[in-house]
């Protein structure tokens, strides 16, 4: 028959979610560390950039392609990096829910009757 000690579920318990903790405060830090540039816009896509090419008076037809691709491409751009922050922030949640549902299993381990107080 295995036997669990207080101990040790309390060690399991608390030890998981201080591992979750971590995990969900090193989310915080790794996509800074990951993206740093991630909400400075490219020099291509720069509002400035954008006003050039409105206002060039030659080709029309040209200019009017020119900037609804412009605006596509920035518009998938930020889109993606939309999209990156809410995965980072979707495991920095994952992380705190789950190393909250090992505190509490470790406390309720800590409200289980002692052997010796049995009745």
């Known amino acids: 028959m ?3 000690t207080l101990r040790s579920a309390l060690l399991y318990n608390f030890g998981i979610a201080a ?3 971590l995990i969900g405060i090193l989310s915080i830090y790794t996509l800074d560390l990951a993206k740093p540039n991630r909400d400075n816009e ?3 896509f720069a509002k400035g950039e954008r006003l050039v090419i409105e206002q060039e008076q030659d080709i ?3 200019r009017g392609r020119a900037l609804f691709y412009f605006d596509i491409a920035r518009g998938i751009r930020r889109a993606r990096l939309q999209d990156e922050s809410h995965v980072y922030n979707d495991i920095r949640i994952l992380a705190f829910v789950v190393a909250g549902m090992f505190a509490v299993g470790g406390i309720l381990a800590l409200l289980l009757p002692r052997e010796g107080n049995s009745p």
């Open 60 to 62: 029309e037809a040209i």
């Open 42 to 44: 490219l020099p291509a």
């Open 2 to 4: 295995i036997r669990i």
């Open 19 to 21: 591992v979750f903790v």
